[in-house]
Structure formats: C-alpha cells, structure tokens
C-alpha cells in the first residue's frame, strides 16, 4: 500500500522555478524543491492534490536548450514524463515551462508547456524526501 509522506506544500502564487527566493525569501530552497512526478502514481496523487489549484509548477523547462527539456528535482535528473501529446510545443515561441495541469478536459494530470512568467501557485517539497513512501 502506498502512503503519503508529509512533504508537500502549496507555496501559493509564483512564477516559475528562477523567481522562487524573489517571491518567497522565507522558503529554504536548500530544504525545498519543486516536485516533479518521477511515476504514474506520483502524477496522479499530486493530480489529486491540486484539483482545487488547476494548474501548478513542476521543475520542468527547457530553458537551457530551447526543445531539450530537463526535469529535475533539486540537482537530481528526473526521467518520468507525462506530456500532452502536443507538448511540448513552445506555442509563440516563449513558451518554456512545465505546469501539471487538472484542468483543460482531457489533459487533466498531464502536463503542459507554458510561458514562465505565469503567476500560478508552485508546488514544492521537501528535499531528498519522496512523495510516496511504498
């Protein structure tokens, strides 16, 4: 059976992972990191978890290379992805972030590429600590 750990935290309204200590200087980013699902299962708790929210941050961009997505959590590379099959697309050409989104239809729990300066709640926990404990 799959439990929570008590990890997961809604910072409120942000931008995207480079804006976090401008907007939350209390958040200890040293403790503290952007969840990425690194599963299905991940993908649909925290889907759950955020229904009220419709769309939150995950540390998912490719702003080093444009079209060369990273996800990771903390310095750790996460491989899992969960797309929409047009994503990601870099609509408008300025389109760099990840957002996992519970809203948009059938997209719900997927995720999508968006631009990242948009003020949405982010969605961090604890580092090193696991979403689900197994």
């Not at 870099?90 to 519970?102: K, P, W």
């Amino acid at each position: 059976m799959t439990h929570l750990v008590r990890s997961l935290g809604i910072t409120g309204e942000t931008h995207a992972t480079g804006s976090l200590r401008r907007h939350f200087p209390g958040l200890k980013l040293e403790t503290s990191v952007l969840v990425v699902p690194t599963s299905d299962q991940e993908n649909e708790f925290i889907s759950q978890f955020i229904l009220t929210y419709g769309r939150v941050w995950i540390d998912c961009n490719d702003l080093e290379v444009e079209g060369t997505v990273k996800c990771r959590e903390g310095n750790e590379d996460v491989a899992y992805r969960n797309w929409y099959s047009s994503q990601p697309n870099n609509r408008n050409g300025d389109e760099d972030c990840a957002v996992l989104t519970t809203m948009w239809g059938s997209i719900k729990g997927q995720w999508h590429e968006v631009n990242c300066y948009s003020p949405l709640p982010a969605l961090c926990k604890m580092a090193g600590r696991p979403v689900f404990h197994v």
